[in-house]
């Protein structure tokens, strides 16, 4: 399929075809310092770049004509940057012929396209036909000579290095990307995050699995529509890799298509990476507030409404922060604990009043005697 998603993708960046796109409403003020070539051939269906922070750096997989990274480069300001990474070279002509303008218009040059295919972000294409240059392969043993180098350069000089960007967004890419590549590309994204880097992908999802001869459909492939993951496999497909915190942002009521019973729609999925590594005792607690009884999140830990449990340092610390910060409530221990004791993350219990007080004078603000004296309380 790669073949027709090149050929089509080429033809839209000379000639706008309206057919790729659903419809987007964009923040006008940025769209001001766009040039309009680059507009009108703009293919996608909503809006990443609205989860943009300034001061950060952002990859946009199949940036296309640039216009998600245009509009990107001016939320980040000129402390950020950002990256687009396209295999077109049509539309990486758009997007480059444009970086001029677009620096004079904002006053500062913050963005760069690169060739590269978005599931595999460890090769740079243009390293490697460089190499092939002074290493043609007549052999097999040239070939295995020239598998050791390109392995050789893709470690030492990647396209996009580990955790190098803050975040992710593309903007109806992924679908087109083959089925079979489809867990390489998740595995890639979460490599060059950073500790606490987020994903916001603007994508076509299906309700149901779309079947072979769909798939097949090089038409409805290239089209964004039957390569579209089912919509609970692509959440699976991130938690496989380690991505905590996923979200659907954005769920269009209406599809955008319907092809043989099956609802093609636009959404916006949010993730997050960061939740590796050991699980440490810290005496903390946190409360979740509701509404829902209970709530279970990416590690297992079960939070019952309105009661402390107990969690390690590192769960403290993302439960306190986005996205579960407006629905926790975090007890921390009001004297510090020292050490480095394991915390089990295994088990889901519930922390009593008096370990987050641990190491805290007797206090109570009913000295004549409310039941009190006798026990840590700090009530």
């Known amino acids: 399929m790669i073949g027709a998603v090149k050929s089509r993708y080429s033809e839209a960046a000379q000639e706008r075809a309206a057919e790729l796109c659903c419809p987007v409403n964009y923040d006008n003020e940025y769209l001001k310092a766009i040039p309009q070539e680059v507009l009108e051939r703009d293919y996608g269906c909503g809006d990443p770049s609205v989860y943009a922070r300034e001061g950060d750096t952002i990859l946009d997989l199949g940036s296309g004509g640039?216009?998600?990274?245009?509009?990107?480069?001016?939320?980040?300001?000129?402390?950020?940057?950002?990256?687009?990474?396209?295999?077109?070279?049509?539309?990486?002509?758009?997007?480059?012929?444009?970086?001029?303008?677009?620096?004079?218009?904002?006053?500062?040059?913050?963005?760069?396209?690169?060739?590269?295919y978005i599931q595999d972000l460890k090769t740079d294409p243009e390293l490697v036909d460089e190499l092939l240059k002074t290493h043609p392969v007549k052999t097999s043993e040239d070939l295995k000579t020239l598998n050791e180098k390109l392995e050789t350069l893709k470690e030492e000089k990647p396209l996009i290095p580990d955790g190098s960007v803050d975040l992710i967004v593309s903007n109806c890419v992924l679908?087109?990307?083959?089925?079979?590549?489809?867990p390489q590309l998740f595995r890639e994204m979460f490599r060059v995050l950073k500790r606490g880097g987020r994903i916001a992908v603007s994508d076509i999802v299906s309700d149901e699995?779309?079947?072979?001869?769909?798939?097949?459909?090089?038409?409805?492939?290239?089209?964004?529509?039957?390569?579209?993951?089912?919509?609970?496999?692509?959440i699976q497909k991130l938690e496989e890799c380690g991505f905590y915190g996923i979200a659907i942002d954005k769920y269009d009521e209406k599809p955008w298509k319907i092809v043989g019973g099956i609802e093609y729609r636009s959404v916006i999925i949010t993730a997050r990476k960061g939740k590796e590594g050991a699980c440490i005792e810290k005496n903390q607690a946190v409360i979740y507030k509701g509404p829902w009884k209970k709530v279970e999140d990416d590690d297992g830990h079960v939070l019952a409404r309105g009661q402390r449990m107990a969690v390690c340092e590192k769960t403290f610390k993302i439960l306190g922060k986005e996205p579960y910060a407006d629905s926790i409530v975090a007890v921390p221990p009001k004297i510090e604990v020292e050490g480095e004791k394991p915390f089990d993350c295994s088990r889901s219990a519930m922390r009593l009043p008096g370990e987050t007080k641990s190491g805290a004078a007797p206090v109570t603000t009913e000295p004549s005697g409310n039941g009190c004296k006798d026990r840590v309380c700090g009530c």
């Open 66 to 116: 640039g216009k998600v990274c245009f509009i990107a480069s001016q939320v980040v300001g000129p402390k950020g940057k950002v990256i687009g990474v396209d295999m077109t070279g049509e539309m990486l002509d758009l997007a480059n012929r444009n970086l001029e303008p677009v620096a004079e218009r904002i006053g500062y040059k913050n963005v760069e396209f690169k060739r590269g």
């Open 175 to 182: 679908n087109l990307v083959e089925d079979n590549q489809k």
């Open 209 to 234: 699995e779309s079947p072979p001869h769909l798939k097949e459909n090089q038409n409805l492939w290239s089209g964004c529509i039957s390569g579209a993951l089912q919509e609970y496999d692509f």
